[in-house]
Nanobody, 130 residues
Framework: QVQLVESGGGLVQAGGSLRLSCAASGRTFATLSMGWFRQAPGKEREFVAAITWSGDNTYYADSVKGRFTVSRGSAKNTVYLQMNSLKPEDTAVYYC???????????????????????WGQGTQVTVSS
């Protein structure tokens, strides 16, 4: 089993920045593709960003493109989400996610599908005040 643990959430003013971190532990023999979803109160969970296991490809939701950057850490199976120019509408619980390394590859067409991801973190709250 794989466990994902997020950190770095908090309260920030609009226009500010936060950096989320996620580390995988457990049966992580393979290098995982990893990403982020978020869920705001009363809304469905939505895709934010993802990065392939090699780091060669990144994907972003249109709502965060140009403001958020997903990257891999130097430690195996770690991922970061640098969030700049934050807006009140970015307020949500942010979840680190990873698909099974033995499942479908991450592509532009499937990256936003909840069903692709086998592993989910507990979530970290991000609150952006106006």
């Amino acid at each position: 089993q794989v466990q994902l643990v997020e950190s770095g959430g908090g309260l920030v003013q609009a226009g500010g920045s936060l950096r989320l971190s996620c580390a995988a532990s457990g049966r992580t023999f393979a290098t995982l593709s990893m990403g982020w979803f978020r869920q705001a109160p009363g809304k469905e969970r939505e895709f934010v960003a993802a990065i392939t296991w090699s780091g060669d490809n990144t994907y972003y939701a249109d709502s965060v493109k140009g403001r958020f950057t997903v990257s891999r850490g130097s430690a195996k199976n770690t991922v970061y989400l640098q969030m700049n120019s934050l807006k009140p509408e970015d307020t949500a619980v942010y979840y680190c996610v990873a698909p099974s390394p033995y499942g479908p590859a991450l592509t532009f067409s499937n990256v936003g599908s909840l069903n692709l991801y086998d592993y989910w973190g507990q979530g970290t709250q991000v609150t952006v005040s106006s």
